[in-house]
């Protein structure tokens, strides 16, 4: 039988709640008074279906049961757990949770606020201990951070079980030692967030120069490697004392508005130090940074996008993007094997084994593809005005290993290109020219608008039989027309 959670608030937090418990397996009812929250949720929901799974490599279980409630008696009737995600004002809050505990009296209430503290949510409450702050980040389909925060007036026991429930949805509970108003996360938010305010207000720097300033750099090292563990890797083999030692001073600079600094006594730095050294002291410095380098290189790969017209890139990945596009080769000759692909094999490539994976020899294969394609005359433009080509077999031999760091280079021919169909033969070679691979691949032209095969366009047939005429002229490529466990 499914778990079932009510939440109160349909607005972005309270959907993104929602999606993430419905996929979840959870059953979930809404209430929400704006007659638009059923469209607003539904539009959420879709949008966590289509990010949330790619997460994971196994599958989620059945998705839970979506219902809406006409007041937050009926959200939470039934439920183990109620998310709170209504407007942050104090009188609403209070008013919320008395209805909810003389509906469903020993159900958890989760907070979503921002910036109140639990003692303050829990002022008149029929039952305080009950109610509690689980803070999330948007989307919350997607991030997993969420701020547990208690009074002296939550039971052990109670913020145990909203551990548990964060923990049963695929995200991670951070319990706060203390309440503080805004808890952590946030408190970091508002600092850099005033700190923009004033560059802006200035005339130092614009509101896109200021966003560049982050997702180009410190961003992508605080996503996988925080704040601290940056900084122990700035500190070098010395580690963080001497990182403290080094940089400490300028916190005393007028380099930022933010000026109240505590004093770096001599207890803080062995505190801090201590604790890097926790966290992050079974590695070493040449160990850590190579975990950096192999995590933003993940990162900024998956930031190019896959170049079609939905997903261009972003950030970081634009940037990396626009400059391939602007240091592409020069068309090549086609008369006879087309260089299609000349790149180094990336770190993300590698797997388990130490060599590249063999899903990104086919990865190579389908740029290679794609390469020759435009080539031909199936180009982007060809594409969006309806036509394109549909992968319908493809046979890849590997040959041998490759790993992170080598150059690679496809050559390709086209060993035919009759009617719909196009057939392509690739070698892979590595950094000393031996045969890495090889890639036999048959394509069909296809109508985009019905998705069914169909005739080439003029220019573009007449292109591929073309090159294919070329092409036969050359000797047949060793291994083409074979199948799996024919000989080599």
């Known amino acids: 039988m499914a778990r079932k959670a009510g939440v109160v608030g349909g607005g972005v937090i309270g959907a993104g709640w929602a999606a993430r418990l419905l996929l979840m397996g959870w059953d979930v009812t809404i209430h929400d008074p704006d007659p638009e929250a059923p469209r607003k949720v539904a539009e959420v929901l879709a949008n966590a279906r289509r990010a949330l799974p790619g997460l994971h490599d196994v599958a989620l279980p059945p998705e839970g049961r979506l219902s809406f409630a006409p007041d937050p008696e009926g959200a939470a009737l039934g439920a183990e757990w109620v998310v709170e995600a209504v407007p942050e004002r104090l009188p609403l809050k209070h008013a919320v949770y008395a209805r909810i505990q003389r509906a469903a009296p020993g159900v958890t209430i989760g907070s979503s606020t921002s910036g109140f503290r639990p003692s303050q949510l829990q002022e008149g409450a029929a039952d305080p201990g009950r109610i509690l702050v689980a803070h999330p980040f948007n989307p919350v389909y997607l991030l997993p951070l969420v701020e547990v925060v208690g009074s002296p007036a939550n039971p052990p026991d109670v913020l145990a079980q909203a551990e548990a429930v964060i923990r049963a949805?695929?995200?991670?509970?951070?319990?706060?030692?203390?309440e503080i108003d805004a808890h952590i996360a946030d408190r970091f938010l508002e600092a850099v967030w005033r700190e923009a305010l004033w560059l802006v207000r200035d005339g130092i720097a614009t509101t896109e120069e200021i966003d560049n300033a982050i997702r180009y750099g410190f961003g992508l090292r605080w996503a996988q490697m925080g704040l601290f563990e940056t900084y122990r890797i700035a500190g070098g083999e010395a580690g963080m004392r001497h990182f403290l030692a080094q940089f400490g001073p300028a916190l005393k600079w007028p380099w930022t508005r933010l000026m109240d600094v505590p004093d770096l006594t001599e207890d803080l730095v062995e505190t801090i130090a201590a604790q890097s050294?926790?966290?992050?002291?079974?590695?070493?410095?040449?160990?850590?940074?190579?975990?950096?380098?192999?995590?933003?290189?993940?990162?900024?790969?998956?930031?190019?996008?896959?170049?079609?017209?939905?997903?261009?890139?972003?950030?970081?990945?634009?940037?990396l993007r626009a400059h391939d596009a602007a240091h592409a080769p020069p068309p090549p000759d086609l008369s006879g094997p087309v260089l299609t692909l000349a790149r180094a094999v990336p770190l993300d490539w590698t797997d388990y084994n130490g060599h590249m994976n063999e899903a990104r020899y086919l990865e190579a294969f389908g740029a290679a593809t794609d390469r020759m394609m435009a080539l031909l005359g199936c180009d982007a433009a060809y594409i969006a005005a309806g036509g394109s080509f549909f992968t319908a077999e493809t046979h890849i031999r590997h040959?041998?290993?490759?790993?992170?760091?080598?150059?690679?280079?496809?050559?390709?021919?086209?060993?035919?290109?009759?009617?719909?169909?196009?057939?392509?033969?690739?070698?892979?070679?590595?950094?000393?020219?031996?045969?890495?691979a090889t890639g036999e691949h048959l394509l069909l032209h296809v109508d985009l608008a019905t998705r069914r095969t169909s005739a080439p366009a003029p220019a573009l047939a007449a292109r591929m039989a073309e090159v294919a005429a070329q092409h036969a002229r050359l000797p047949r490529p060793e291994g083409a027309g074979r199948s799996v466990a024919q000989g080599r």
């Open 169 to 178: 949805i695929g995200m991670y509970p951070l319990r706060l030692r203390a």
């Open 277 to 319: 050294d926790a966290q992050s002291g079974a590695r070493s410095i040449r160990e850590l940074e190579r975990i950096r380098d192999r995590n933003l290189v993940g990162i900024l790969r998956s930031l190019r996008g896959t170049g079609g017209p939905q997903e261009p890139g972003w950030g970081a990945g634009a940037l």
């Open 399 to 436: 040959l041998a290993e490759l790993h992170a760091g080598d150059r690679i280079e496809v050559r390709t021919l086209v060993l035919g290109a009759e009617g719909k169909r196009l057939h392509l033969w690739h070698e892979l070679r590595g950094p000393d020219g031996a045969l890495a």
